[in-house]
């Protein structure tokens, strides 16, 4: 779980994966949908090391039960992943996610696990639904927006083969961790992802995530009156 975000474009002292979203911080609603899909995973929270007391002062606070690995963070998120991969012992599947994205589905999660065990990593991916126009010196130029994807999180890898492609040195041209396993020659692999799981970036992000959080868990009350699930 990545978590090294500062509060910058937040216009905040408090990072935003602390900050409260319905009843407690964005951090541990994106726990919770990992611990809700497999109690059995080997959770890794990957920190800026200033952070770390923060976050068991807000454990404690919340009453955060879910057992987890600190890792600290780095100047880059390359630096970041990479010290993360590290706690990781065993062999297996690894998932890589943005801790303030916490309205990602089961279902991404069950989608991005099978396409991994398939073909050896899963980036969910949504599409692009405005019109596109890339931009040069010359000006700019429409192009045609179903040739684009938008990116999302968990991206989902086997762990030896992320863990030897982040022993190569950084690059400016790694915008992701998908984008590090395609440098050593890997064909990365696309899958659905869910359109509610937004990356909370700015102040106007928690008016749309705790919109869509409250009509999740109105939904899911239903199905359960209807069905008793």
Same mark, same amino acid.
């Given at each position: 779980?990545?978590?090294?975000? &500062?509060?910058?474009?937040?216009?905040?002292?408090?990072? /935003?994966?602390?900050?409260?979203?319905?009843?407690? %911080? +964005? *951090?541990?609603?994106?726990?919770?949908?990992?611990?809700?899909?497999?109690?059995?995973?080997?959770?890794?929270?990957?920190?800026?090391?200033?952070?770390?007391?923060?976050?068991?002062?807000?454990?404690?606070?919340?009453?955060?039960?879910?057992?987890?690995?600190?890792?600290?963070?780095?100047?880059?998120?390359?630096?970041?992943?990479?010290?993360?991969?590290?706690?990781?012992a065993s062999e297996g599947i690894v998932f890589i996610h943005d801790s303030i994205r916490p309205l990602? &589905?089961?279902?991404?999660?069950?989608?991005?696990?099978? /396409?991994?065990?398939?073909?050896?990593?899963?980036? %969910? +991916? *949504?599409?692009?639904?405005?019109?596109?126009?890339?931009?040069?010196?010359?000006?700019?130029?429409?192009?045609?927006?179903?040739?684009?994807?938008?990116?999302?999180?968990?991206?989902?890898?086997?762990?030896?083969q992320i863990k030897e492609a982040y022993n190569q040195p950084y690059s400016e041209q790694f915008t992701?961790?998908?984008?590090?396993?395609?440098?050593?020659?890997?064909?990365?692999?696309?899958?659905?992802?869910n359109l509610e799981n937004i990356k909370i970036t700015y102040p106007h992000d928690f008016i749309i995530?705790?919109?869509?959080? /409250?009509?999740?868990?109105?939904?899911?009350?239903?199905?359960?009156?209807?069905?008793?699930?």
């Amino acid at each position: 779980m990545m978590a090294g975000g &500062s509060g910058s474009r937040m216009n905040s002292a408090t990072p /935003k994966q602390f900050a409260e979203l319905c009843g407690k %911080p +964005v *951090i541990m609603h994106s726990f919770q949908v990992f611990y809700d899909f497999d109690p059995q995973i080997n959770f890794v929270l990957v920190l800026p090391k200033q952070h770390v007391e923060t976050w068991k002062k807000l454990c404690e606070k919340y009453n955060f039960q879910i057992p987890h690995q600190i890792a600290f963070g780095g100047n880059t998120r390359f630096v970041s992943v990479k010290n993360g991969l590290k706690k990781i012992a065993s062999e297996g599947i690894v998932f890589i996610h943005d801790s303030i994205r916490p309205l990602v &589905s089961i279902k991404t999660i069950e989608t991005c696990l099978a /396409k991994t065990i398939e073909k050896g990593n899963a980036l %969910p +991916v *949504i599409a692009v639904n405005e019109s596109v126009r890339k931009i040069s010196k010359k000006g700019s130029k429409a192009v045609g927006r179903s040739l684009y994807k938008l990116v999302q999180t968990p991206q989902t890898f086997w762990v030896n083969q992320i863990k030897e492609a982040y022993n190569q040195p950084y690059s400016e041209q790694f915008t992701d961790d998908a984008s590090v396993l395609e440098s050593t020659g890997e064909t990365i692999q696309l899958v659905e992802g869910n359109l509610e799981n937004i990356k909370i970036t700015y102040p106007h992000d928690f008016i749309i995530a705790e919109a869509l959080m /409250k009509n999740i868990k109105k939904t899911i009350s239903f199905k359960r009156l209807l069905f008793g699930a």
